[in-house]
């Protein structure tokens, strides 16, 4: 089975609960999106290079990391590929997390796989009234799975706070929420005093790769 793939590497991970941890990141080619603070976005335009699934497993057992984080772009694009590369990894006793922007349906996936799904706001992708969510996602959700919602204003963080509440209980804990300042755009201070304020049980959230290494590609 082939796919498309942006670029793939060892790193630390950046976001997400497993932040700081090593893994082995998969980046897939394509986005159905085009949120307006996008780091990426090479992935989007960028043709990748096509690879079978057994290639991409080849790599992930030679790199000597037992984590593996699938990416984008959005790796949900290419459902037949992920679901069958999730399932070797797997059964090769990896962990598994699939980074994905919550527009694609997700009940495919092994239920041992870590599924970080974004929350876009109205301020990703301005003129999109609501922004797309697939609420049935929810119902794949467990105890490890999170929920990411990058927020590009205080108007954005009022949004995500009136989204949350319509949807719960929630099928996971407070603290896999995850609320992110988008980078140069919302200052985490203010992020952070106004969670405190309102006494959010969310769980303020940074982009990591992106303190120690700036903008830099491939980190």
């Known amino acids: 089975m082939k796919c498309r793939v ?5 790193c630390l ?10 893994a082995y990141l998969v980046r897939f080619s394509g986005c159905n999106l085009d949120c ?10 960028e043709p990748g290079e096509e690879r079978s699934v057994d290639d991409i497993l080849a790599q992930v057992r030679s790199s000597g990391l037992g984590r593996v984080l699938l990416t984008g772009g959005e790796p949900m694009l290419q459902a037949d590929a992920v679901v069958a590369l999730c399932q070797s990894l797997v059964r090769d006793r990896v962990e598994v997390l699939v980074e994905t922007n919550g527009t694609l349906p997700l009940d495919r996936l092994p239920s041992k796989v870590v599924k970080v799904v974004d929350v876009k706001t109205p301020g990703a992708l301005p003129g999109a009234s609501p922004p797309p969510f697939l609420d ?3 119902e794949c959700l467990g105890g490890a799975d999170q929920l990411k919602v990058v927020l590009s204003s205080i108007q954005d963080y009022d949004w995500a706070v009136a989204f949350l509440a ?5 099928p996971l804990p407070p603290a896999n929420v995850l609320f ?9 201070a203010e992020l952070a005093d106004r969670m405190l304020q309102d006494r959010l049980p969310f769980r ?4 990591v790769h992106k ?6 590609r491939g980190t």
Not at 13 to 22: F, I, W
Not at 36 to 45: L, V
Request: charged share 15%; proline share 8%.
């Open 6 to 10: 942006n670029e793939s590497y060892g």
């Open 13 to 22: 991970l950046g976001e997400s609960l497993a932040v700081g941890l090593p």
């Open 36 to 45: 307006r603070y996008c780091d990426t976005a090479y992935a989007r335009t």
């Open 136 to 138: 049935a996602n929810l």
């Open 166 to 170: 319509a949807r719960s209980p929630l």
């Open 180 to 188: 992110s300042p988008a980078w140069g755009q919302l200052g985490p």
């Open 204 to 207: 303020f959230h940074l982009q």
């Open 211 to 216: 303190v120690v290494w700036g903008e830099r």
